[in-house]
């Protein structure tokens, strides 16, 4: 029997990632070359948040820069990667209680392209991206994980985007080293939780917003949300692991997540 593709979770941090070289994006690009080769890509990106559920449906999706004030050299990049409205289809009859729509005006953010510039330069396998659904309490993100699980058996790569810490305000640029207490806690609290047993029960990082913290952690829950997903696709036999971690600005988890 045909192992399932991993599911992985990727703490993007800034977007200049994308056109750096650092111990983050050499591990992303160890996890491109030595995980199987994916007959496509699903992304959940922190950065395409919308009311209701959307998947992108085009042939041939667009770069998204959607960002300020950086280089110029950060905003030449593009991703050409093509779409998979066949994939797209598939997924909304997956998540048919959800009622998907097909989207054909968003593209790829940053969230998705950041990192899978350095992960897959050459931009030759096919990626849709899932938006995340603002309404969703995060109990339901995590069970959309689970639904979306099934794809990893068909070679399709679960890749979500975002931080486990993120608290963009409070971010100090240029002081790398210099990192607040409360963001190094709550995410190392993240990291011991993430191979805890759950039994029939969802997992405890469902629960993320009770824990200490949290509120300076994730003032807003768009990047933490994308974690549950690969948690939720994760299964009984998987092994979970931590490919990197470290934090970026004092206040943005670079942790990484492999499910396999």
């Known amino acids: 029997m045909t192992q399932p593709m991993p599911a992985l979770f990727l703490g993007h941090g800034n977007p200049m990632h994308a056109i750096q070289e650092n111990r983050y994006t050499e591990v992303w690009r160890q996890l491109g070359a ?3 080769r994916p007959k496509a890509i699903l992304a959940i990106s922190a950065h395409w948040v919308t009311q209701g559920t959307a ?7 667009k770069t998204i820069h959607d960002f300020g004030r950086f280089p110029q050299a950060l905003f030449d990049v593009r991703y050409p990667a093509p779409g998979d409205p066949q994939l797209a289809q598939s997924i909304k009859q997956r998540l048919a209680s959800s009622n998907v729509t097909l989207d054909q005006h968003w593209g790829l953010d940053h969230g998705t392209w950041g990192v899978l510039v350095k992960m897959y330069p050459e931009a ?3 990626v849709v991206q899932l938006s995340l659904d603002a309404g969703l309490s995060a109990e339901e993100h995590y069970q959309l994980g ?3 699980s099934a794809l990893r ?7 979500a985007s975002g931080n486990t810490v993120h608290n963009l305000a409070m971010a100090r640029w240029g002081a790398e080293g210099n990192i607040y207490p409360w963001a190094e806690d709550f995410d190392r609290f993240v990291q011991n939780a993430l191979t805890s047993e759950t039994g029939d029960r969802h997992h405890p990082l469902v ?3 009770q824990l200490p913290n949290a509120q300076l952690a994730n003032p ?3 990047h933490f949300l994308p974690l549950l997903y690969i948690l939720g696709a994760a299964r009984a036999d998987d ?9 970026d600005m004092g206040s943005i988890s670079m942790t990484s997540v492999l499910v396999r």
């Open 34 to 36: 030595q995980l199987p």
């Open 55 to 61: 998947v992108t449906a085009m042939d041939r999706p």
């Open 146 to 148: 689970k639904q979306l």
């Open 153 to 159: 058996d068909e070679g399709i790569l679960l890749l």
């Open 124 to 126: 030759d396998i096919p």
């Open 239 to 247: 092994t979970i692991t931590v490919p990197v971690t470290g934090m």
């Open 207 to 209: 629960d993320y917003q």
């Open 220 to 222: 807003t829950p768009e």
